[in-house]
């Protein structure tokens, strides 16, 4: 709704119209029911009892949209600490040399069994923009689909054992992504199936060309008061209110491990978006701990 200046409080007078008549101490003149004393000279300090009216802009009380901030050096990040806890990022840059990085893209593009599946968004079949494999011990459900799990192979387990090396993280599953050019993507979503626990830890490594990792901060609960209802906030869906939440970008080249950690799956959303310039493919392996039923 607008803001009004702060005008708009003062009550009318009794009279629906305004006299118009001169006054001795100044000029009046009639607005939508109220009397405006124009005081004859800038010195002169208003009666007792006399109607003024103070101008106020009602920019000053607009939201303001955050600017982005890019997270581009290896490091550990805190990107929000809120009552559900504490979300942070890690960025290691590097984990494998370029070298390294291009034979075993060649590799997992020719080994893994990429597939193109369908999933259920907001009660709509969709093939999805991209080509994903499951790998693990459990099968995982998301978005009304079930991947049944392949066996590990042994480079897959390389990458696990450098990521557990790095970081003293171990993990039970991963998914693949394949990023075929600039049209796949994945939407804004959050990693929060309950077969990951309350706050799961997800690892990305990437290999191929660069695509940029972005994340947004849900809205709190009096953002949904202010046009985000708490409906589309727990369902993830699109809203005004995600404008004025705070947006990171997080530029993901080839070679580089992304680590989510605390409250990020609870707090906030990802997603990797089309890009409208061309793009070699990009292959994503997230590793993350699958909690049997």
């Known amino acids: 709704s607008r803001v009004q200046g702060s005008w708009a409080s003062t009550k009318p007078l009794a009279s629906s119209k305004a006299s118009k008549a001169p006054s001795s101490n100044g000029r009046q003149t009639t607005l939508s029911g109220y009397v405006v004393r124009e005081p004859r000279s800038q010195v002169e300090k208003p009666t007792e009892g006399s109607r003024t009216f103070t101008y106020s802009d009602s920019r000053s009380a607009a939201r303001k949209i955050p600017e982005p901030i890019t997270i581009c050096q290896s490091g550990v990040?805190?990107?929000?600490?809120?009552?559900?806890?504490?979300?942070?990022?890690?960025?290691?840059?590097?984990?494998?040399?370029?070298e390294t990085c291009c034979w075993m893209f060649e590799q997992l593009l020719a080994e893994i069994p990429w597939e193109q599946r369908s999933i259920n968004i907001r009660g709509m079949s969709l093939d999805q923009p991209r080509l994903t494999a499951w790998f693990g011990d459990h099968p995982y459900t998301y978005s009304g689909l079930t991947l049944q799990a392949f066996q590990w192979n042994p480079?897959?387990?390389?990458?696990?054992?450098?990521?557990?090396?790095?970081?003293?993280?171990?993990?039970?599953?991963?998914?693949?992504?394949?990023?075929?050019?600039?049209?796949?993507?994945?939407?804004?979503?959050?990693?929060?199936?309950?077969?990951?626990?309350?706050?799961?830890?997800?690892?990305?490594v990437s290999f191929g060309d660069t695509r940029t990792f972005e994340l947004r901060k849900k809205p709190d609960a009096a953002s949904a008061g202010r046009g985000t209802s708490a409906m589309a906030v727990a369902s993830g869906?699109?809203?005004?209110?995600?404008?004025?939440t705070q947006h990171i970008k997080v530029p993901l080249s080839s070679g580089t491990l992304l680590v989510m950690s605390g409250k990020t799956q609870t707090d906030w959303q990802h997603r990797v978006p089309k890009e409208y310039h061309d793009r070699?493919?990009?292959i994503n392996l997230t590793f993350r701990n699958i909690r049997p039923s």
Not at 79 to 95: A, H, Q, Y
Request: glycine share 8%.
């Open 77 to 98: 990040h805190d990107i929000s600490t809120d009552p559900s806890g504490l979300s942070r990022l890690e960025l290691r840059l590097g984990l494998f040399d370029s």
């Open 237 to 244: 869906g699109d809203s005004d209110g995600y404008r004025y």
């Open 155 to 204: 480079l897959l387990d390389m990458v696990r054992e450098q990521i557990k090396q790095a970081t003293g993280l171990a993990f039970n599953s991963m998914l693949a992504n394949l990023y075929r050019n600039c049209k796949d993507s994945v939407d804004w979503h959050s990693d929060d199936e309950p077969s990951l626990g309350d706050s799961p830890t997800i690892a990305s």
């Open 280 to 282: 070699s493919p990009r």
